[in-house]
């Protein structure tokens, strides 16, 4: 595989992955915590009002429900940690990238193209090394990889 291949077929896929995961992710972390705050804002308001009647116990129990319903969500599939940990490796492969394109240290010598490719497959390696743990309950085993689909799935 040569070096236009390399970058093509690797590295900006792998940037775009983690891009797109990262987005994601922010946005469901986003979407949820905007979620949560609009219902809580709105319990005292109907706790307060007549204007529903005998139904204000019922909307206030089934906001405050929604509410711990989003927040287990949130717990469950971390999406502010995979934001923030998809956007770091994205940005940290992009640099990679940009500082082999213009020949700046550590890429400036005649090995230039391995020294890029020990460190995409080194980030992209301690990230999958970690994965299994961070995705796993505490106190249970796990893996130390995560499927290799995982990265070029969509």
Known sequence: MNQQEYIEQRLDNQITWYDTKSQYNQRAYKRL??????????????????RLGDYAGIVVGVLGASIA???????????????????TIAETL???KYLFLT?????????????????????ISKENSSWGSFNQPKGQSSPNEKPAIAATDS
């Open 33 to 50: 915590r905007v979620f949560d705050i609009v219902a809580a804002s709105a319990i005292p308001l109907l706790s307060a009002g007549d």
């Open 94 to 96: 992009r640099h990679h």
């Open 69 to 87: 319903v989003a927040t287990g969500v949130s717990a469950l599939f971390k999406f502010h940690e995979l934001w923030i940990q998809y956007r």
């Open 103 to 123: 020949q700046s240290r550590p890429y400036h010598e005649a090995d230039a193209f391995s020294t890029l490719v020990d460190a995409v497959e080194g980030v």
